[in-house]
């Protein structure tokens, strides 16, 4: 009894603890800022787009960040311990897709003009968001949506799949070539868009 109150009394002193220390907070990422419109990007003044909110699968739906080591199992997901999203990836890629619609190449709100716009509904459906190792030092990130674009006499289906290689084999890689992924769809889409805009009797009827 002396010798555990002595190493008590050791312990209040010197301020250490008998309980087990916490462990350290997680790193949250985001996509960081935008970026800078291309200036070949296709306009779409002649477009209002709403984004439906992305939907995912329900193993998705947390802010885990996923990774599979395919040189070992690619059939199994694993998290990252200390890493995660802020949000889920579908509301990520939620808020970058309704931001890149709302303004025009230049980075300008879009302006609707004297004619009303032709309205078109975005509905994506997120299917793959995810680092993959190919090996321990060697990893790149997958994105893979289905995106269904319906209105003003058009209706079309497209599955898209981005790959970015990750300049490092850790979840800030992962976070990079990811992030790259979401801003090449964001202007894949908006080219699509376009399109199939331009291919419907209204576009073709509106002209340049």
């Known amino acids: 009894m002396r010798q555990l109150a002595l190493v008590l009394v050791l312990c209040a002193t010197s301020g250490c603890?008998?309980?087990?220390?916490k462990a350290p907070p997680k790193t949250e990422f985001d996509f960081g800022p935008e970026p800078n419109?291309?200036?070949?990007?296709?306009?779409?003044s002649q477009v209002q787009l709403v984004v439906y909110d992305v939907s995912?699968?329900?193993?998705?739906?947390g802010t885990a960040m996923y990774y599979r080591l395919a040189y070992q199992n690619a059939a199994v997901p694993l998290p990252y311990?200390?890493?995660?999203?802020?949000m889920s990836p579908a509301a990520l890629l939620?808020?970058?897709?309704?931001s890149n619609a709302a303004v025009n190449g230049d980075g300008a709100a879009?302006?609707?003009?004297?004619?009303?716009?032709?309205v078109y509904r975005l509905r994506s459906e997120l299917l793959e968001f995810e680092q993959i190792f190919d090996a321990p030092d060697r990893s790149h990130g997958v994105?893979?949506?289905?995106?269904?674009?319906?209105?003003?006499?058009?209706?079309a289906q497209r599955t898209f799949v981005i790959e970015r290689l990750a300049p490092t084999p850790n979840a800030a890689g992962g976070v990079t070539a990811l992030t790259?992924?979401?801003?090449?769809?964001?202007?894949?889409l908006e080219g699509w868009v376009s399109a199939n805009h331009s291919r419907s009797p209204r576009g073709q009827a509106l002209g340049p």
């Open 56 to 61: 995912a699968p329900t193993w998705m739906e």
């Open 94 to 98: 939620t808020q970058r897709l309704r």
């Open 110 to 118: 879009r302006l609707v003009g004297v004619r009303t716009p032709a």
């Open 17 to 21: 603890s008998l309980m087990t220390s």
């Open 143 to 155: 994105l893979r949506l289905r995106a269904t674009l319906e209105g003003e006499g058009v209706w």
């Open 37 to 44: 419109a291309s200036s070949d990007s296709a306009p779409l």
């Open 180 to 188: 790259e992924c979401s801003n090449e769809l964001a202007r894949l």
């Open 81 to 86: 311990a200390e890493s995660e999203w802020v």
